[in-house]
């Protein structure tokens, strides 16, 4: 999925099986009414592979949430029109604009139809989730199912006398610069763990909340580390660990930190 984050789709990332099945819900909700596609995303064999319990709405109850879909754009006689032909330099420009307006639109439609998704459902689903972060100093960013994992973390260290948060991005795109701009503005450290790796660059959610906060005035020192790849256990005292490294040094020397890869 992180190889198709620049074709104009919007990516949810889950961490449960009930927040997969939810998010397919929602996000129909958001696409069809902006014409852009979306794709849920699922930890390989961590989600895919195992049993969770998992409530199923009933069929009625989504229905009403999910109304059926009236597609404005279709064949049609009386008007005709193509669709998915090639678009040439004189209108290439304007339909990759429109994509990015168009995907931009989601960011506030996902707090809106989370708030009717709760109001229907009793579950929440917004942009991003966070825990234990109002006084943190140390903010731990990941995705997916390691931020399930990181909470007993948090708790833990917290109970140590650590100030230790923990920001979960759900939505990749339409990327959240603004609300991760107002998290972690004025924290100590940041931490950001990775479960894929952008071959020459670093992990992409580091390389999007660095860019994101690249801007922000005091931006605090940001670590970035690869764990977890092809479904590979991160386990809480991994977690920890990465936590533990941050706390000990002053600035990151390197983008990538590799985290028991076999050398």
């Keep these: 999925s992180i190889a198709q984050r620049d074709t104009g789709w919007i990516q949810i990332y889950t961490s449960s099986i009930q927040e997969i099945l939810d998010s397919v819900i929602q996000a129909y909700k958001i696409a ?21 319990n ?25 008007k005709p029109a ?7 330099p004189d209108w290439y420009y304007e339909l990759r604009y ?16 989370g708030k009717e998704f709760e109001e229907m459902f009793g579950r929440y689903y917004g942009l991003i989730e966070t825990y234990k972060l109002d006084d943190a100093d140390i903010v731990l960013v990941t995705s997916a199912s390691i931020a399930s994992t990181a909470r007993p973390v948090i ?21 959240p610069s603004e609300l991760l701009r107002k998290l972690l503005s004025g924290r100590k450290k940041v931490l950001v763990v990775d479960r894929n790796i952008s071959f020459g660059m670093s992990g992409a959610f580091y390389a999007e909340v660095k860019a994101a906060l690249y801007n922000v005035k005091g931006r605090p020192p940001m670590w970035g580390y690869i764990a977890g790849l092809g479904g590979r256990d991160v386990p809480v005292d991994v977690i920890k660990g990465m936590i533990e490294q941050t706390m000990k040094e ?14």
């Design 32 to 52: 069809e009414q902006i014409y852009i596609p979306a794709m849920v995303v699922l930890d390989s064999f961590v989600l895919s592979h195992t049993n969770e």
């Design 54 to 78: 998992c409530e199923v709405p009933d069929q009625d109850k989504v229905d009403a949430y999910l109304p059926r879909f009236e597609n404005a754009y279709k064949l049609d006689t009386e």
């Design 82 to 88: 193509a669709f998915g032909g090639l678009t040439g």
């Design 98 to 113: 429109k994509i990015e307006r168009d995907i931009q639109k989601a960011l506030p439609l996902f707090e809106e139809t």
């Design 155 to 175: 708790d833990q260290m917290r109970e140590e006398g650590h100030k230790v948060g923990l920001v979960r991005i759900r939505v990749f795109r339409p990327f």
């Design 250 to 263: 002053d600035h990151p020397t390197q983008d990538i930190i590799w985290i028991g890869v076999k050398r």
